[in-house]
């Protein structure tokens, strides 16, 4: 199954990319800000909460860099303007992370610092390998200043375990996910059950260590497992939630809600969707079989 996926992806590629609009559009709020807001304010009606991600990474000069951050310095402010529960996240990389380090501190600053006057919370998105040190490096040290930010770990990465020893102790807010990327089995767990093993022991020692917990993933076993957990350990509501992609099984985000757990929808917009939406199907060839249906159903 894994290689037919992967020769749908690359069959996805080549297609015009009127047709990759198509299905992208059920995982993106539009290119507009305008649209993004649409659609929290259509999440916030059913109480589920939202994280707004301008699209784009790893960008190429500082000019770039700045335009991103000013885009998400408008986001924070349309949050606040429309009164809409959700925070924001970035990727560092489109901050600058690669460019310069303090830069890139500089910028996530701003955003920070704007955040906090909006009481708001800036998530700061988790990237591929090369990254991984820095972006830890960048919370730390934002962390020295900040109370209002918080950081992704991916547990398909077999040091995760330890970044979470280290970043623990100082009570850090996390967003636990797989992890999407593609890299060497020397680094990363490639067994489908080994990684949801230690999504579960990366949990379990996040909840025993009274850190709050983003607990990401649209697979129900994972579900039904940090379920169990909760109740187990009786877990106060306040001190995590359950986030998910938008447009991705919306029937199990709504039973989520439905059962009193505190539910965030991850809402990207922008004009960069083409690229977003290939790279996602690279790193996930299992949505590209999806995709592939959808297209050949359509009328």
Same mark, same amino acid.
């Given at each position: ?216 993933? /649209? ?52 004009? /960069? ?27």
């Amino acid at each position: 199954m894994e290689l037919i996926n992967n020769l749908i992806v690359s069959i996805v590629q080549i297609l015009p990319k009127s047709t990759i609009h198509i299905f992208a559009k059920k995982y993106i709020a539009g290119e507009e800000l305008e649209d993004a807001i649409k659609v929290v304010k259509e999440l916030n009606k059913k109480g589920i909460l939202a994280t707004i991600d301008v699209l784009g990474e790893s960008v190429k000069n500082k000019s770039e860099s700045q335009e991103a951050k000013n885009e998400c310095l408008k986001v924070l402010d349309a949050i606040e303007m429309n009164k809409l529960n959700a925070n924001l996240s970035i990727k560092p990389t489109q901050l600058g992370l690669s460019i310069d380090k303090d830069f890139c501190f500089q910028q996530v600053s701003e955003l920070l610092e704007r955040a906090k006057k909006y009481n708001n919370f800036v998530r700061i998105d988790m990237e591929d390998s090369t990254v991984t040190d820095a972006t830890i490096e960048l919370y730390n040290r934002l962390r020295e200043k900040y109370d209002n930010v918080g950081i992704v770990v991916q547990a398909y990465l077999k040091r995760t375990i330890n970044d979470v020893e280290k970043l623990n102790p100082s009570k850090a807010n996390y967003r636990l996910c797989k992890g999407i990327y593609i890299e060497s089995e020397k680094i990363a767990y490639k067994d489908k059950q080994k990684i949801r093993d230690n999504y579960l022991l990366l949990l379990n020692k996040m909840l025993d260590d009274g850190n709050y917990v983003g607990i990401a993933t /649209h697979d129900d076993y994972l579900i039904e497992q940090a379920y169990k957990m909760i109740k187990e350990k009786n877990i106060p509501k306040d001190k995590f939630e359950f986030q998910m992609l938008y447009g991705v099984k919306e029937n199990l985000r709504d039973k989520i809600n439905s059962d009193g757990y505190k539910i965030r929808i991850y809402v990207p917009f922008g004009k /960069h969707w083409y690229a977003y939406s290939v790279r996602r199907l690279k790193e996930n060839p299992h949505l590209a079989w999806e995709i592939t249906k959808s297209i050949f159903s359509l009328n």
